[in-house]
């Protein structure tokens, strides 16, 4: 993906913090992209959950009240930070489904062929089972998103602004799109409440019956069913085949006395990892003298970092000794000279959120369904959109390594990450 211009809004609700003699100490912090979403998870830790239950409370929650972001129908990449231990990664990538054809352009896909298999419900699963504290279930943590579905939430300007420059693609689409818009047929403005009643149903579905019933069971029939009806590539036996997430060392590096931990490939944290090291090696060498400076080689680092993972991709096998090899290979003193060039430049969306619990667990998540509203395909009996993804593959380039092909990760930018 490339660099685009995007509004990051964050909430952060400290609980318990107190001064006392210049000491500042907290119970835990919460950053979401959603009032609803930081509420739930404050919600959770005061139940006496840990930062990776509340974690999926908001995931579930954020797919309700940023449906323009993030849903039960996209992927996730998550690091966790457990005292004691390195920090370590969860890839929680999509998949291209089996009958995925790597002969089509990428103007061939049609909003059902652009969405890989979806991760997000596999993902926040598993780490409720691997990481969560054990004393809060998993229809607890999915229950509280289906009232908001159900009550709806109130547009905040954000969320307004969104709808009015990107609902376009719901009033376009499918009239089942118009489930996201007021009364059917208005883009909501801020002020407005949105209700997702079919959403609701489905999360009800979820929370009584797990995340198989995505994969396995009654809604993994429904969403093959929906690809099968309009030309979509998803099977049930892509669902049913779809791996538990895996567990995987960081990558990682250091900016001046920092140690910073991010999602390895197929996610994006080499490039985030790059610009950092490219804007260090400037900064070590010209003090920068103003505002403007700064931002020259901010954004200059970030275009050239995106241009380095373009043609020079990590491989998912040893990315660590490939990632270092790389920066030396790229960061010489001419590297920030060459024009800059945006003409690749695209639309698309993500939400991230961040919980630190009282036992100083911490734990960052990206997710996202890639484009603003996804692939604007959805299912009429389920209430979700499908991601975009298969828009992220490289085109016309079979020897790429993120070539499009049956089985592939996406080539993500999502960069969760950890700083020591």
Same mark, same amino acid.
């Not at 920068?288 to 995106?306: D, F, G, R, W």
């Not at 241009?307 to 096998?317: A, E, G, T």
């Given at each position: 993906?490339?660099?685009?211009?995007?509004?990051?809004?964050?909430?952060?609700?400290?609980?318990?913090?107190?001064?006392?003699?210049?000491?500042?100490?907290?119970?835990?912090? %919460?950053?979401?992209?959603?009032?609803?979403?930081?509420?739930?998870?404050?919600?959770?830790?005061?139940?006496?959950?840990?930062?990776?239950?509340?974690?999926?409370?908001?995931?579930?929650?954020?797919?309700?009240?940023?449906?323009?972001?993030?849903?039960?129908?996209?992927?996730?990449?998550?690091?966790?930070?457990?005292?004691?231990?390195?920090?370590?990664?969860?890839?929680?990538?999509?998949?291209?489904?089996?009958?995925?054809?790597?002969?089509?352009?990428?103007?061939?896909?049609?909003?059902?062929?652009?969405?890989?298999?979806?991760?997000?419900?596999?993902?926040?699963?598993?780490?409720?089972?691997?990481?969560?504290?054990?004393?809060?279930?998993?229809?607890?943590?999915?229950?509280?998103?289906?009232?908001?579905?159900?009550?709806?939430?109130?547009?905040?300007?954000?969320?307004?602004?969104?709808?009015?420059?990107?609902?376009?693609?719901?009033?376009?689409?499918?009239?089942?799109?118009?489930?996201?818009?007021?009364?059917?047929?208005?883009?909501?403005?801020?002020?407005?409440?949105?209700?997702?009643?079919?959403?609701?149903?489905?999360?009800?579905?979820?929370?009584?019956?797990?995340?198989?019933?995505?994969?396995?069971?009654? %809604? #993994?029939?429904?969403?093959?069913?929906?690809?099968? #009806?309009?030309?979509?590539?998803?099977?049930?036996?892509?669902?049913?085949?779809?791996?538990?997430?895996?567990?995987?060392?960081?990558?990682?590096?250091?900016?001046?006395?920092?140690?910073?931990?991010?999602?390895?490939?197929?996610?994006?944290?080499?490039?985030?990892?790059?610009?950092?090291?490219?804007?260090?090696?400037?900064?070590?060498?010209?003090?920068?003298?103003?505002?403007?400076?700064?931002?020259?080689?901010?954004?200059?680092?970030?275009?050239?970092?995106?241009? %380095?993972?373009?043609?020079?991709?990590?491989?998912?096998?040893?990315?660590?000794?490939?990632?270092?090899?790389?920066?030396?290979?790229?960061?010489?003193?001419?590297?920030?000279?060459?024009?800059?060039?945006?003409?690749?430049?695209? #639309?698309?969306?993500?939400?991230?959120?961040?919980?630190?619990?009282?036992?100083?667990?911490?734990?960052?998540?990206?997710?996202?369904?890639?484009?603003?509203?996804?692939?604007?395909?959805?299912?009429?009996?389920?209430?979700?959109?499908?991601? #975009?993804?298969?828009?992220?593959?490289?085109?016309?380039?079979?020897?790429?390594?993120?070539?499009?092909?049956?089985?592939?990760?996406?080539?993500?930018?999502?960069?969760?990450?950890?700083?020591?």
């Amino acid at each position: 993906m490339s660099i685009r211009s995007t509004l990051l809004f964050l909430l952060i609700w400290l609980m318990g913090c107190g001064s006392q003699n210049q000491t500042v100490s907290c119970n835990a912090a %919460i950053a979401t992209g959603s009032p609803e979403a930081t509420e739930v998870g404050h919600k959770i830790l005061q139940r006496g959950g840990n930062a990776a239950d509340a974690v999926v409370a908001i995931s579930f929650m954020l797919g309700v009240t940023e449906p323009a972001m993030s849903g039960i129908g996209g992927g996730c990449q998550i690091v966790l930070s457990i005292p004691g231990q390195p920090p370590l990664a969860i890839n929680g990538t999509t998949l291209a489904p089996a009958a995925t054809n790597p002969n089509l352009s990428k103007k061939e896909l049609t909003p059902y062929t652009k969405s890989t298999i979806p991760s997000m419900v596999k993902t926040m699963a598993f780490l409720h089972k691997q990481y969560g504290s054990g004393t809060i279930s998993w229809k607890e943590l999915v229950t509280p998103a289906i009232k908001v579905a159900e009550e709806g939430f109130v547009v905040g300007e954000f969320r307004g602004k969104v709808y009015q420059e990107y609902g376009s693609k719901l009033l376009a689409g499918d009239p089942i799109l118009r489930q996201w818009l007021t009364d059917g047929s208005h883009l909501p403005a801020m002020g407005d409440t949105v209700k997702q009643p079919i959403l609701a149903n489905t999360l009800r579905r979820l929370a009584e019956h797990g995340a198989e019933d995505f994969y396995t069971g009654g %809604i #993994s029939k429904q969403i093959a069913n929906d690809m099968k #009806s309009h030309g979509g590539w998803i099977t049930e036996e892509d669902l049913r085949l779809f791996p538990d997430p895996q567990v995987v060392s960081t990558l990682k590096s250091s900016y001046h006395a920092h140690e910073i931990y991010t999602a390895p490939p197929p996610a994006g944290g080499s490039t985030m990892l790059t610009a950092l090291a490219l804007m260090e090696g400037i900064s070590s060498k010209k003090p920068l003298l103003n505002k403007l400076e700064e931002q020259t080689v901010l954004i200059s680092a970030l275009q050239k970092a995106h241009h %380095i993972r373009s043609v020079d991709p990590l491989p998912q096998l040893n990315y660590q000794w490939e990632f270092d090899h790389q920066l030396k290979r790229h960061t010489g003193d001419s590297i920030l000279s060459s024009p800059l060039d945006f003409d690749n430049a695209q #639309s698309g969306e993500t939400t991230h959120y961040s919980v630190v619990d009282n036992q100083a667990m911490a734990v960052a998540v990206t997710a996202s369904i890639n484009a603003y509203f996804g692939s604007g395909a959805a299912s009429p009996d389920l209430g979700f959109l499908y991601n #975009s993804y298969m828009t992220d593959f490289i085109f016309n380039q079979p020897d790429h390594y993120y070539a499009l092909g049956p089985g592939k990760p996406a080539y993500s930018s999502m960069s969760p990450t950890v700083v020591r």
